[in-house]
């Protein structure tokens, strides 16, 4: 009789990993809207992410969190701190559009007891190179992963301290700029930063993008057309080697 439980057991957890794998399977696909602000004219980005120049769906850093109670000691306040676990994570995606080649980069911020977060103010969004020709931007607005859009795990779980994206399904509401020529072109490096402005070789919790391992891209932009843009992103990167089982609630 343990027996027949065990084998039911073993063979219930091998269904619901098979169905989460299937869920995001062969999705590889960018589809947004930009909406013009005044004028109203619309443009849409649809296409394929090409699976073959991207080594994973993005990367996810831990932030740092601590808890403890502040107090006033010989008229100076001092801190006391234990350690706590951090659910929150920056994540870094790049993305490179098959066939027409457009780069998407995005960062935003992440928490694993959450169902969306912000995007990065100075790295949020951009869409540009390619077949495009043009740059949208997007530094204001949010990111929308659901119960099981990012694999991500707390850290109370096991989950290391920089970890690798097997997939990534969200939807985005952001707001930016459209600019009428490109300013990145190929696949951008990430570096190590200290203040989300310049390289550094030391190794810090925060990463940029960047195009020449001196100075952070920068999305943000005074510049061109106001836009909004919605929509949504899915990436399956099936050579990355998950850390464990989809974030749920």
Request: net charge negative; hydrophobic share 30%; with cysteine.
């Amino acid at each position: 009789m343990k027996r027949s439980y065990t084998i039911l057991i073993i063979s219930i957890l091998s269904s619901a990993l098979f169905f989460l794998d299937c869920e995001h399977k062969d999705q590889n696909n960018v589809d947004l809207k930009v909406l013009a602000v005044g004028s109203g004219d619309i443009i849409f980005i649809n296409g394929e992410v090409d699976s073959d120049k991207i080594s994973s769906c993005g990367v996810a850093v831990p932030g740092t969190a601590s808890s403890g109670t502040t107090g006033t000691t010989s008229g100076t306040t001092t801190t006391t701190t234990s350690g706590s676990t951090s659910t929150r994570y920056t994540i870094t995606s790049q993305l490179i559009m098959k066939t027409t080649g457009e780069s998407l980069v995005l960062r935003f911020q992440f928490d694993s007891s959450q169902y969306q977060g912000s995007v990065d103010p100075q790295q949020g969004f951009s869409y540009s190179g390619g077949a495009f020709a043009r740059t949208v931007t997007g530094n204001v607005g949010k990111v929308e992963w659901g119960a099981s859009g990012i694999p991500v795990y707390p850290s109370t779980s096991g989950g290391a301290q920089q970890q690798t994206l097997q997939y990534m399904d969200i939807d985005l509401s952001l707001t930016g700029k459209l600019l009428a020529s490109s300013t990145t072109t190929g696949i951008l490096n990430q570096c190590y930063t200290s203040d989300n402005v310049n390289c550094t070789s030391i190794t810090t919790t925060q990463q940029c993008f960047t195009q020449d391992n001196q100075t952070c891209v920068s999305t943000a932009s005074s510049a061109g057309t106001a836009v909004t843009i919605t929509g949504h992103i899915s990436c399956n990167a099936p050579n990355v080697i998950p850390s464990g089982s989809a974030t749920t609630q």
